[in-house]
């Protein structure tokens, strides 16, 4: 997982108009996804953060496209909103066993079987036989 954090340059209180008065970025690249964390001020300099998930596509006709997923969190929200992440989180940390469904020894013997099968199916056949029913 990569991180990146920046801010923007503020001229009194604000930035360019184009940017939504972005304060401070941080960028966080994991895997095929990539994290936005962008912290925001309202007209009236409130901070709020904006968290942006986004994903390179692959479309139709082959052209690439980001799709983006965006959650607003304000202000007022910050402490119930950590104190759910770091609940699941840790439910996630203490319970990961649950998730990581073992390959039982029979399941493994009945691929293995199963394959052989498929193998010597097809490795048998001569080219003579064909056209013979």
């Known amino acids: 997982m990569e991180e ?6 503020v001229i009194n209180g604000h930035d ?6 972005e304060i ?17 001020a309202t007209r009236k300099d409130d901070y709020y953060l904006t968290i942006t998930e986004s994903k390179k596509r692959l479309g139709k ?8 997923h ?3 969190l304000y202000k007022e929200d910050f402490d119930k909103f950590t104190e759910g992440l770091k609940d699941a989180v840790s439910y996630i940390d ?22 052989s099968l498929v193998t010597a199916e097809f490795t048998d056949v001569e080219f003579e036989d064909l056209g013979k029913h």
Do not use: H, M, W
Request: a positive charge.
């Open 4 to 9: 990146e954090a920046g801010t923007k340059e």
């Open 16 to 21: 360019d108009k184009n940017t939504k008065e």
């Open 24 to 40: 401070f970025t941080r960028v966080v690249r994991a895997g095929k996804r990539t994290y936005f964390f962008d912290v925001k």
């Open 61 to 68: 006709e082959g052209k690439v496209f980001y799709e983006k």
């Open 70 to 72: 965006k959650i607003f």
């Open 94 to 115: 203490n319970n990961r066993e649950e998730f990581e469904a073992p390959i039982l020894t029979s399941e493994v013997e009945s691929r293995e079987q199963k394959s």
